[in-house]
């Protein structure tokens, strides 16, 4: 069984980072895939990207090169920075946990953990 926290959202002017955190509880963290999902107002959940157990990295490319996710297995906690920010990026915003593969990482039915979001507003 594996709980994830997400922390850090806040609203923050176009341009401005900021920096997510996901904290997990369980001993299999480290062997879990950790992605990052979002959803705008009236629109569903998206993929943003994806933390690999072996410490790839992917991105969708609305956020490639703005956005990095890193993971801490010790500190059983993964994060998602945000630069750049875009008024388009104004979501809630979940990490999720799951064993998926490069063909099934963009399934939300794939993950089998969640956090309970976070909200990141960006004001132009």
């Known amino acids: 069984q594996v709980q994830l926290v997400e922390s850090g959202g806040g609203l923050v002017q176009t341009g401005g980072s900021l920096r997510l955190s996901c904290a997990a509880s369980?001993?299999?963290?480290?062997?879990?895939?950790m992605a990052w999902f979002r959803q705008a107002p009236g629109k569903e959940r998206e993929f943003v990207g994806i933390?690999?157990?072996?410490?790839?990295?992917y991105y969708v490319d609305s956020v490639k090169g703005r956005f990095t996710i890193s993971r801490e297995n010790t500190a059983m906690t993964t994060y998602l920075q945000m630069n750049s920010l875009k008024a388009d990026d104004s979501a809630v915003y979940y990490c999720?946990?799951?064993?998926?593969?490069?063909?099934?990482?963009?399934?939300?039915?794939?993950?089998?953990?969640w956090g309970q979001g976070t909200q990141v507003t960006v004001s132009s």
């Open positions: 999720a946990a799951g064993s998926v593969w490069a063909a099934t990482m963009f399934r939300e039915g794939e993950y089998r953990y």
């Open positions: 369980g001993r299999t963290f480290s062997t879990y895939q």
């Open positions: 933390s690999w157990s072996n410490g790839g990295t």
